[in-house]
């Protein structure tokens, strides 16, 4: 069975920095575009950065110049390094990954979340 993991949460002082981590597992044949969301208390969903599988990225105007996605395609792993972070980043930060299962079925697939506060 497929599954991402999401690791590195935290809490962090304002200016600070973290350093995402979403893991992918399973029955995998090819992974496609991996992408970080964001979720606040009482907000919707918003898409934070997307990274293809060639290594394309987007970022959302909010973290541009302060976020940076990356990928690891031999751990199957994608980052989001985020730096100058403010207290409205807080969030939970959720992975979702476009693939190809072995069975030949594209979907996408979502980590359970991982929390970051920045506070003072």
């Known amino acids: 069975q497929v599954r991402l993991v999401e690791s590195g949460g935290g809490e962090v002082q304002p200016g600070g920095s973290l350093r995402l981590s979403c893991a992918a597992s399973?029955?995998?044949?090819?992974?496609?575009?991996m992408d970080w969301y964001r979720q606040a208390p009482g907000k919707e969903r918003e898409l934070v950065a997307t990274?293809?599988?060639?290594?394309?990225?987007y970022y959302a105007n909010s973290v541009k110049g302060r976020f940076t996605i990356s990928r690891d395609n031999a751990k199957d792993t994608a980052y989001l390094q985020m730096n100058s972070l403010k207290p409205e980043d807080t969030a939970v930060y959720y992975c979702?990954?476009?693939?190809?299962?072995?069975?030949?079925?594209?979907?996408?697939?979502w980590g359970k979340g991982t929390l970051v506060t920045v506070s003072s």
């Open positions: 399973g029955n995998i044949l090819r992974l496609n575009s």
């Open positions: 990274i293809t599988s060639s290594g394309s990225t």
């Open positions: 979702n990954a476009n693939l190809v299962t072995g069975d030949y079925i594209a979907m996408n697939y």
